[in-house]
């Protein structure tokens, strides 16, 4: 995959977990709230300020998820964002530790 391949797809990536937030928000399913800076976006759980930070990595081509259980490395299968070690996917995975982590 070329550089930029790979940034389009990271910005595609971002931008749908930013959205996916924001609509646990507004659907009032999660009390979060989501800021941008580049490569890096950042969720605050307002309840209990706890942060998760995804960002991409190009000189890897990897998606990045730090969050209160740990960081999770994910590259691109031609489909999916998949976890280098697990091979789960980044929005499965986001989905079930924003549930334990926005409690």
């Not at 928000?25 to 999660?30: I, S």
């Amino acid at each position: 995959m070329t550089e930029s391949d790979f940034l389009a797809l990271a910005e595609s990536c971002l931008s749908q977990v930013e959205e996916m937030f924001e609509a646990a928000y507004e659907n009032d399913e999660l009390d979060v709230e989501c800021s941008r800076s580049g490569n890096v976006l950042t969720i605050e759980f307002v309840n209990n300020g706890s942060k998760m930070i995804v960002n991409s990595q190009a000189p890897m081509q990897e998606m990045w998820l730090a969050a209160r259980s740990g960081g999770f490395h994910y590259r691109y299968d031609g489909q999916h964002w998949v976890n280098t070690r697990d091979q789960s996917e980044l929005f499965a995975t986001l989905q079930r530790l924003a549930q334990e982590q926005g409690r």
